[in-house]
């Protein structure tokens, strides 16, 4: 039989992109009001009211993209001067020395074999569980898919390290100010309160996706032909071979180089954990981080501006993905629907036991995730209407902020998450293929959520 061609991501958004203009003629138009406590921006739960629609035609489909460029600028020109930043770091070739030796450690060292999946997977999810690492895990990709398929993995691996590990920490996070610290405020919580069991969640869901990835990794190892990636691979390291033969070791500029790389992503966590750093003044740090790598490294002004060209211009594809992810929200927003469909749910949750009021809170917050990937966001839209929720249906609220984490493990998944598709576009890895291995991770995740909610839900945790 034929085999079906399945579309590539851009053909994939942009049907998503047609389906939700279609439902803005569907959806009736509907608004809460707000107010702002404290500096938060916070929704009345018992004013929704609807409005007049607003259907989102052909222009306003055709609009969309550039809306989202536009509304994405800033996490697009992130996404550019990173990659521009880590070519010149590439150029350096301190990389492919630390690639190099790794490997070699890896093909003599059984300890190495064993902990790199683990240690740092274990370290991105501390990152999104602490300062809320999320688009700070991009850069990650363009050392970690070479890693991988140096150490005779696939992509597939090399992204989930860095990738699926913050995620993970991110959606089982216990310091979390973007998502824990803001829900708690506006449920009215003691700051970071229920540290025990969050800290609890957070590192047995860490430990089933460690346990997941190296199972597969072992696989692929053993017959890397089963790799979904597999053909793509194939290309990745005919453009990138790795000969140890006449590998004699890092030298001392290699190593200044990674010193100095070090230093910055030490910065990076030290400025967002600290002072409140963001996309801004990440992207200055690496741009500064490319500048002294070129000059140490010994590239000449010519070479580190052409390296930095070529990186940014090797990102085009990743930039105009994450302009189509966003414009999906724009359509909904601008059409008034994204409230009418938050109080169309909210009646959902009611159920005779909290148990199962909890897992309905987890599953609409996964379904609200699909249009609202903003940790931030997500609470400020949510939680005045869940903590009230909550208290009615006989969940405690930090439950309610527990069910509304869980809504983050799709965020791997979904195509319209500007980090997924940025980052998929990143490794050159069709949202397709992507989806396909996810899913028994994310049944997996799934089931993890559904009952690690029961614990809180029937001991009425506070």
Known sequence: ???????????LLFAILALIALSTWLVPGGKYDTHIVDGKTLIDPASFHHVASKPQGFAALMMAPIKGFVEAAQIIGFVLIVGGAFAVLQKTEAIDALIKTIAKAHAHSRLVRAGVI???????????????????????????????????????????????GSQVGFAAAFLNPFNVGVAQGIAGLPL?????????????????TIAFLMWYA?????????????????????????????FAGMTHTHTLVLWIFMAALGGMVLGVIG??????EIAALFLTMALAVGLIGRLDMDELVAA????????VTTALVIALARGTMILARDANIIDTILHGLTPLVASSSPVFAAHKMFLIQSVI??????GTGQAALTMPIMAPLADLVGVTRQTAILAYQFG?????????????????????????????????????????ALLLLVPPALLHWQ
């Open 192 to 208: 970071f309160s229920g540290m025990g069991y969050r800290v609890l969640v957070w590192a047995v869901a860490t430990a089933l």
């Open 218 to 246: 072992a696989k692929v190892k053993r017959a890397p032909e089963k790799s979904p990636t597999y053909a793509l691979d194939l290309e990745k390291r005919a453009e990138h071979t790795l000969n140890l033969d006449d």
């Open 408 to 448: 983050e493990f799709t965020t791997p998944m979904i195509p319209t998450s500007g980090i997924t598709v940025g980052v998929l576009a990143l490794a050159r890895i069709p949202w397709i293929t992507w989806a396909k291995w996810m899913v028994p991770l994310q049944l997996i995740y799934l089931a993890l």
């Open 369 to 374: 995730n699909f249009f609202i990937h903003s």
């Open 275 to 280: 002072f409140d750093w963001y996309i801004n």
């Open 1 to 11: 039989m034929r085999r079906l061609k399945l579309p590539n991501t851009f053909v």
């Open 308 to 315: 930095f060209q070529q990186g940014a211009r090797d990102l």
């Open 118 to 164: 683990p240690v740092f997977l274990t370290l991105f999810s501390l990152g999104g569980a602490t300062f809320g690492m999320n688009e700070e895990a991009i850069p990650f990709i363009l050392i970690f898919v070479p890693l991988a398929l140096a150490l005779g993995y696939d992509s597939i691996v090399g992204v989930a390290i860095p990738f699926i």
